[in-house]
């Protein structure tokens, strides 16, 4: 009949309020996967809820079906992403479940994971499990969006910050650039970095702002600080290597012969402040995006300058912009921008975003959006 609703269609709610659980543990769960579910008994009543708090320790549904004990017998579980069933470090999710006497599996999206990739799901019908998939499972796809990027691609989903006036400048002629945003608005920064495996940089940022890059709190343990350099010319007495704050890695270039004592001296410095070092060849955004995935990193927060920036951008680094936008006019025909040179000669070659309605941010105005595909100009 038109208009009648179909059997399906009575999970979404549940799915909802799975995802809602979900989204408890952002920023926290990385190499792992944000996910949530909850227990329903054999009459369709909440009996059990969990989430994935933090790599390590139990996923979603076996604390959901500890909380239903024995009520989840005959029942159905609502997981947002499809449950494990490889031994990592904790037991296979798909086990929990036959173990509890569940009946019916109601999953928003498939893993990715190649140990997983559908191979949870068979053995729940293999064992005689009714299984539902595909609900709410766009929303699923944009809740681990990082996560499934990071798995599919090898390389961490990037995410480009700044703050500019309304005139589309970073800082005035002069390079002074405290404070464009108001304090709302930097204390909303604070918790997207609680938000991310990863905050990066570049070296002119170190020697022009001496950022202490952290979450001032909102994360613990803090999220990993990243200095990207190939010369290494970084200040010995900057913030980023006060370790008993926050981890820093610095990603840099092999030493070059004509600044060889010099870079060595630096690199032995940094070590000794208890600064880790990773050299990458070539030392560019791309590698090092690589290199933060292999570490587990699902989502990285890019706190650059506009030439990094715009590296980032053309190496395919950048998924989603975030930009603070302050009512306030700087001007300054030499003043400093977010993105340097792209290339483009046309405006059909812009790079696109699929934005979200602005947000006010005290007298600040936050825009977001994810980007189309970059493809370099011919």
Request: aromatic share 4%; glycine share 10%.
């Amino acid at each position: 009949m038109e208009g009648q609703a179909t059997p399906e269609q009575r999970w979404i709610p549940w799915m909802r309020r799975a995802l809602q659980l979900a989204a408890l543990a952002e920023g926290r769960t990385s190499p792992n996967p944000l996910v949530g579910a909850v227990v329903l008994d054999s009459e369709g009543c909440l009996v059990g809820e969990g989430f994935h708090a933090r790599a390590g320790l139990p996923h979603a549904e076996p604390g959901a079906l500890k909380q239903a004990g024995k009520a989840a017998r005959g029942g159905t579980i609502v997981v947002t992403l499809e449950p494990c069933c490889h031994q990592g470090r904790t037991p296979p999710c798909t086990e929990a479940i036959l173990a509890a006497g569940i009946e019916r599996v109601v999953v928003a999206l498939t893993d990715p994971d190649p140990r997983v990739a559908g191979g949870g799901l068979q053995r729940l019908r293999d064992a005689g499990l009714e299984v539902i998939s595909g609900i709410l499972a766009s929303e699923a796809a944009y809740q681990n969006r990082a996560f499934m990027h990071r798995v599919r691609t090898g390389r961490s989903w990037g995410v480009l910050k700044w703050a500019m006036s309304l005139d589309g400048r970073t800082a005035l002629p002069n390079g002074a650039s405290q404070w464009i945003s108001g304090p709302s608005a930097r204390a909303w920064v604070h918790q997207l970095r609680a938000r991310c495996d990863a905050v990066i940089v570049g070296g002119g940022t170190v020697r022009a702002d001496d950022p202490l890059l952290t979450s001032r709190g909102h994360r613990s343990p803090e999220p990993l600080r990243v200095v990207l350099s190939r010369s290494l010319d970084l200040p010995l007495s900057a913030q980023l290597w006060q370790q008993a704050i926050a981890p820093t890695l610095v990603a840099h270039a092999a030493p070059e012969d004509r600044e060889m004592e010099t870079q060595v001296n630096n690199l032995a410095a940094l070590q000794a402040k208890g600064v880790e070092l990773q050299k990458l060849d070539p030392c560019e955004p791309e590698h090092l995006l690589r290199e933060l995935a292999r570490r587990g990193c699902n989502r990285v927060l890019w706190e650059c300058g506009p030439g990094l920036a715009s590296a980032a951008l053309q190496q395919g680094c950048v998924q989603e912009i975030t930009a603070v936008i302050a009512p306030k006019l700087l001007g300054g025909e030499l003043a400093r921008t977010p993105l340097g040179d792209l290339g483009l000669t046309a405006m059909d070659q812009a790079l696109g975003l699929n934005c979200e309605p602005g947000l006010s941010l005290g007298q600040d105005l936050l825009m977001q959006g994810q980007l189309s595909p970059f493809s370099a100009p011919n």
